[in-house]
């Protein structure tokens, strides 16, 4: 019995050769997006506030603005350069 060694073998896929021209906008607008996060964000508090402003923009809300908590809900929670 022959085993075909190829198939046994990792092979790591490059991402680039697979890429299609959708795919290299998605990941090259992600890279930007990123870069502009950690730019500024350059402290733990910075930190916190850009990712509230976003979930804020994305729709969600503090949980203590909510009388009654139900499954689904879009909320967090923000203690000082704590987020939950």
């Keep these: 019995m022959t085993i075909n060694q190829d198939r046994l073998r990792y092979r790591r896929k490059n991402v680039w ?9 998605d990941i090259m607008n992600f890279a930007e997006e990123y870069k502009d996060f ?4 350059k402290s733990e508090r910075a930190c ?26 879009e909320s967090f929670k923000r203690t000082g350069k704590r987020l939950y």
């Design 17 to 25: 050769e697979e890429a299609d021209t959708k795919k290299y906008q």
């Design 38 to 41: 950690i730019s500024n964000s």
């Design 48 to 73: 916190v506030r850009q990712i509230v402003a976003r979930a804020l923009s994305h729709g969600f809300k503090p949980l203590d603005q909510y009388q009654a908590l139900k499954p689904g809900i």
